[in-house]
Nanobody, 120 residues
Framework: VQLQASGGGLVQAGGSLKLSCAAS????????MGWFRQAPGKEREFVAT????????YYADSVKGRFTISRDNAKNTVYLEMNSLKPEDTAVYYC??????????????WGQGTLVTVSS
């Protein structure tokens, strides 16, 4: 499956953005989906994951209460709604398809990444 992430941009601290990740085909519905991010000079970091039904969700502590992951299997798309953004949320955000997991090694397919920049 091919993944196309979009929705990144420049936003002021406290603002919001909604990322989308569109999958190329119906097999999307059989995968757990995850969002990860990588800031300059830092390692890739888990953000959120959602299982194939959308019934199980897990967030990193750093984004809990501010970010919401969701999916629309009819549209083969997963979303990451980000509110109350902080400068430390600045990173390239990647969507991935695989297991329902916090471990990037459990994902088989990755999108190209979309840059989120939060200004102070």
């Amino acid at each position: 499956v091919q993944l196309q992430a979009s929705g990144g941009g420049l936003v002021q601290a406290g603002g919001s953005l909604k990322l989308s990740c569109a999958a190329s085909d119906y097999t999307f519905t059989s995968y757990g989906m995850g969002w990860f991010r990588q800031a300059p000079g830092k390692e890739r970091e888990f953000v959120a994951t959602i299982n194939w039904t959308g019934g199980s969700i897990y967030y990193a502590d750093s984004v809990k209460g501010r970010f919401t992951i969701s999916r629309d299997n009819a549209k083969n798309t997963v979303y990451l709604e980000m509110n109350s953004l902080k400068p430390e949320d600045t990173a390239v955000y990647y969507c991935a398809a695989g297991d329902y997991s916090v471990d990037f090694r459990h994902y088989d397919y990755w999108g190209q990444g979309t840059l989120v920049t939060v200004s102070s």
